[in-house]
């Protein structure tokens, strides 16, 4: 360890314990130099996330991930299934949402996605003149 890293580790005044092993003067550098996770931040990304011009299954998956940084805990399912209402492009499709009130993150999904499904092979069907339902 270099001049410059003994210095540091003296003002981070570790105990003496922790200054007589690896893994103490390991611990003491990993909480000095990490970046902290900032759920705040996280949250936020997660919460202005929409689908803009993603398809479903591209919108979903990223507020898995998104979610992943947020500490949702036990919420998650419930925070998920409340953003794909609220954010989901086909506006038809959340005011249907929100009248179930025994919708879960597993059934606005497979809803989501068949009526992507639907709404393309009318699309394929019809040519570029099927109406525009998302």
Known sequence: MGEDMEDKLLHMDPADAERATYNGVVAKFDGFFKVRKNTIHERTRFNRHGQKGDLIEQFI??????????????????????????EIRDKALSEQFQTDPDLTTDKAKRFARQREAVHDQAVHMNGNGAEKIL
């Open 61 to 86: 998956t990223s507020l898995y991930g998104l979610a992943d940084l947020c500490e949702f805990d036990n919420l998650r399912d419930q925070m998920i299934r409340d953003h794909i209402v609220m």
